[in-house]
């Protein structure tokens, strides 16, 4: 099973609005990476936030980190039809490897 | 600057035939790891290496080896395919001293078993 899991699975908006997704996972961990994938490419990375930090900013992209509630949320303000794209998760936990959660699909629609 | 590099792209193979998937990480990163990705599933660890050695493994199955060369390139091996082994295949880099590490994916090799 997944440590991650993320919320909604399927989310279509209207360009220019904002798009909330979030994760929960189920151990402690190091940090938390949030990833976007075109349909069937690659994996980007978009952004890394460490287990004491609670915001972390990247242009367009804001990520909370909230450890008590195991949970992160990613925001993507005035969302463009380019972001169309599935968001995921990934833990670290201090393993030798990262636990993806199911995945955000998000349509931005023009 | 360098990315991890995967090759081949695409690989097209029968039944019960064998694949060998290469992954190049990025230069001075220390480990590597495995990533299975089936259609409209999330990316699955398969198994990661640490300075060569194997240091974690996911659910991969019997079938697949994989190593870690003197390079610190990678090759995950698959013999006796079988359909469902039809996936895009990630390998992703870091570098682990860090505090933090941070994970960067290759573009991923996707295999069709026919």
């Known amino acids: 099973s997944q440590q991650g899991e993320e919320d909604p699975q399927a989310l279509s908006i209207q360009e220019g609005e904002n798009a909330t997704m979030n994760c929960s996972y189920k151990t402690s961990i190091n940090n938390l990476q949030w990833y976007r994938q075109n349909s069937g490419r690659g994996l980007v990375h978009l952004i890394l936030i460490r287990s004491n930090e609670r915001e972390k900013h990247s242009g367009r992209l804001r990520v909370t980190l909230d450890t008590s509630k195991k949970s992160s949320s990613l925001l993507i303000t005035a969302s463009r039809a380019a972001d169309t794209a599935s968001y995921f998760c990934?833990?670290?936990?201090?393993?030798?490897?990262?636990?993806f959660g199911t995945g955000t699909r998000l349509k931005v629609l023009a | 600057a360098a990315g991890v590099i995967q090759s081949p792209r695409h690989l097209i193979k029968e039944k019960r035939e064998t694949a060998t998937l290469k992954c190049y990480p990025i230069p001075r990163h220390d480990t590597v790891y495995w990533y299975q990705q089936g259609p409209g599933q999330d990316p699955q660890f398969l198994i990661s290496f640490y300075e060569k050695m194997q240091s974690d493994k996911g659910s991969i199955p019997d079938r697949f080896s994989a190593q870690q060369f003197s390079d610190y390139h990678s090759e995950l091996n698959m013999s006796s395919l079988e359909l469902g082994d039809s996936a895009l295949y990630f390998c992703?880099?870091?570098?682990?001293?860090?505090?933090?590490?941070?994970?960067?994916f290759g573009p991923g090799t996707r295999l069709t078993v026919l």
């Open positions: 992703a880099s870091s570098l682990i001293g860090l505090a933090e590490p941070e994970q960067f």
């Open positions: 990934a833990t670290f936990s201090g393993t030798y490897k990262y636990i």
